[in-house]
Each structure stands twice: as C-alpha cells, then as structure tokens.
C-alpha cells in the first residue's frame, strides 16, 4: 500500500532559526513529490513540486531535496518567520500514466514558530 | 490570483440528512476533486473528475457520495445520508492537469461539516 511518513510530527523553533523536516514514501511508481504548507482552518497551498529526476528544488526561503533512490525528501525552512508556524504536508503522487488520480499525503509536521 | 472558492464554509446537519457542498474550481483547469480531512488526521482522497466523469475514487466514496459539474462553473459534492463519521474538513481542488504531470493541485478554503 502507498504510504508516507513525515517526521517529527511536530516541531517548535525560535525565530529566525532553520529547521529541516522530513519524509519518506513507499509509493510505487513514482511520478512527483510534491510539499504544501497548511494554515489552521484553511486549505493546503503548493510549495514545490519535483519529479524523480529533480534533487533539489527552492521557493523563497523554502528548498526541498529528492533522493528517488531511497525515497526520501526533506523540506528546509531558512531564517524561520512566525508567519511559517503551519502544518507542512508532503504528498506523493504515483505515476498513472496520464489522468486525474489521488495523491497519498502524509500527516503533516506541525511547525510553531516562537518569537 | 483566481482561486477556488467553496460554500459553504461551515455546514451543520443532522444524520441521516443530505448535504450538498458547493465549489467553483479555477476556470481554465480541467482536473476536479474532492478530498476530506477528519479533525487531526491527514487529508484524503475521495474523487477525482475530469471530462465530466469521475477518473478515481477511493474505498470512501461510497455509493452515499456523488458528484456533479451541473454547469460550466460549479462541482459539488453531495452526501446522500449523512452519518457521524462523515463529519470532516471537505476540500475541493483542481489542477490544469492530472496528478501524474507536474501540475499543482489549487485547493479552496474547505467546507466544515458537521454531522449531529
């Protein structure tokens, strides 16, 4: 069955700091592994999205890495804002080829950033 | 930026009633789904819709769950007899192309549910 774990389920930092969260995925075949950032109360908004072939991929602050090998990625947060505090869900889509098929999400890292 | 925009934001019914819940996707996109997300727990998959029928659906779409595109504008979701359980964060999405390609999923704000 397709899965996705995502660690640390929840994570506090100060300010300004770094932080780097976690995932790995049993999805087969793959085809896109994708990060959205999820506010309290509202719907999940697109950070990145990369195929096998991409290592790396940024969005401002926000930079995801990719190793399709042994399936796992990472989701790195520089010089952390309070606006960052949120749930931080990865999400992997399995290769169909072609059509509207379902992603698997993992459950989220829930991000606290202190002042 | 167009978004997709889901009514009603808070939507309380009794068991056993049917609800309908409402969304208009972003214009130019021709992927539709629906997903929900029980209070604490991960977001998941219920359908997805593209040329006027439905693609995928997952083991919760059961025969109680069906969707429409009644017009070139709205996608609903409607709940035939809702029970407890059904009570969720309900989230439509739509894309310019299936999840297969490298195309963001744009979700709405989601419609709360709740099932008394």
């Known amino acids: 069955k397709n899965q996705v774990e995502q660690s640390p389920q929840s994570l506090i930092i100060l300010e300004g700091k770094n932080c780097t969260l976690q995932?790995?995925?049993?999805?087969?075949?793959?085809?896109?592994l994708r990060w959205y950032k999820q506010d309290t109360g509202r719907g999940p908004v697109s950070l990145t999205i990369?195929?096998?072939?991409?290592n790396t991929k940024s969005n401002g602050r926000y930079t995801a890495t990719l190793d399709a090998d042994t399936k796992q990625s990472s989701l790195h947060i520089t010089a952390s804002q309070l606006s960052d505090s949120a749930s931080y869900i990865c999400?992997?889509?399995?290769?169909?080829?072609?059509?509207?098929?379902?992603?698997?999400f993992g459950k989220g890292t829930h991000l606290i950033i202190q002042p | 930026e167009p978004e997709v925009t889901q009514t009603p934001s808070h939507q309380v019914t009794q068991m056993g009633q049917e609800v309908i819940l409402r969304c208009v996707p972003i214009?130019?996109?021709?992927?539709f789904y629906w997903y929900r997300q029980i209070l604490g727990q991960k977001v998941e998959f219920l359908v997805s819709?593209?040329?006027?029928?439905?693609?995928?659906k997952s083991e919760i779409f059961d025969d109680q769950f069906s969707v429409e595109r009644p017009d070139g504008s709205n996608f609903t979701l409607k709940i035939r007899s809702t029970k407890l359980e059904d009570s969720a964060m309900y989230f439509c999405?739509?894309?310019?192309?299936?999840?297969?390609?490298?195309?963001?999923?744009?979700f709405g704000n989601g419609t709360r549910l709740t099932v008394t």
């Open positions: 999405a739509s894309s310019e192309s299936g999840s297969s390609y490298n195309s963001p999923l744009h």
């Open positions: 995932c790995n995925y049993t999805v087969s075949p793959f085809s896109n």
């Open positions: 990369m195929t096998f072939s991409e």
């Open positions: 999400v992997v889509s399995p290769y169909s080829g072609g059509g509207a098929d379902g992603l698997t």
């Open positions: 214009s130019n996109h021709l992927y």
């Open positions: 819709f593209y040329n006027n029928e439905i693609s995928e």
